[in-house]
Each structure stands twice: as C-alpha cells, then as structure tokens.
C-alpha cells in the first residue's frame, strides 16, 4: 500500500507557473505508474498526466499538453507537475494517484488507479 500527499496548490493569475508535488510513502514507489487528476466543481475528475515507473514515458490530456510538465524522482519517493501558462480553466482539485497494475500501459482511467491522496487546490484567476 502506499500512501500519497499533494502540495503546491495555490492560487496565480492567468499565465503563470505552479509546481504540484506529491510525497509517497512506502519502499516501492517505484513499482508504481503514477497520475494526475483534477476535478473543478460540478465536473467529473478528468486525467491531466501519467508518469511510467521509471519516469521515462509520460502522457498528457490534450488540455495541458504542452504546458504541463510530469516528473517523478524515485529516490525521493515523489512526482512533480510542473503547470505553466495556466488557464482559468485549470482551476480544480488536482490530485496524484497511483496505478498498482503490472501492465505497462500508461492508463487515463480514474477508476484503473488503486491509490489517492487528498488533493490540492489550484485556482487561477483571469
């Protein structure tokens, strides 16, 4: 089992940069693909990212590709989303999440992840 704290959450003007960080716990964060969610009010949670075990392959929902940026450091046990050029659009609950499965696929389904941290707000204003 592992289990998962975001930070990072805040609130900037449109055009700016935020960094979410998510701390795991456990000694096999590695065996682990990892993703972000985000869920703004009324909305159902939707995939922004997915990291590979070994950080070497990322994906990216359309909305964020190439602003988002998605990392992970294994020896520190904790994923990274770097969000720049944020959108009031982004505004949500973004949360991390970890997928147990052996497959190698990098999944965007929420209910294909096992584990979930509280989230963190991010709220950007226009």
């Known amino acids: 089992q592992v289990q998962l704290v975001e930070s990072g959450g805040g609130l900037v003007q449109a055009g700016g940069s935020l960094r979410l960080s998510c701390a795991a716990s456990?000694?096999?964060?590695?065996?682990?693909?990892m993703g972000w969610f985000r869920q703004a009010p009324g909305k159902e949670r939707e995939f922004v990212a997915a990291?590979?075990?070994?950080?070497?392959?990322?994906r990216y929902a359309d909305s964020v590709q190439g602003r988002f940026t998605f990392s992970r450091d294994n020896a520190k046990n904790t994923v990274y989303l770097q969000m720049n050029s944020l959108k009031p659009e982004d505004t949500a609950v973004y949360y991390c999440?970890?997928?147990?499965?052996?497959?190698?696929?990098?999944?965007?389904?929420?209910?294909?992840?096992?584990?979930w941290g509280q989230g963190t707000q991010v709220t950007v204003s226009s």
């Open positions: 999440a970890a997928d147990n499965s052996p497959l190698g696929v990098l999944r965007v389904g929420p209910g294909r992840y096992d584990y």
């Open positions: 456990g000694r096999t964060f590695n065996s682990y693909n």
């Open positions: 990291i590979s075990r070994s950080g070497g392959s990322t």
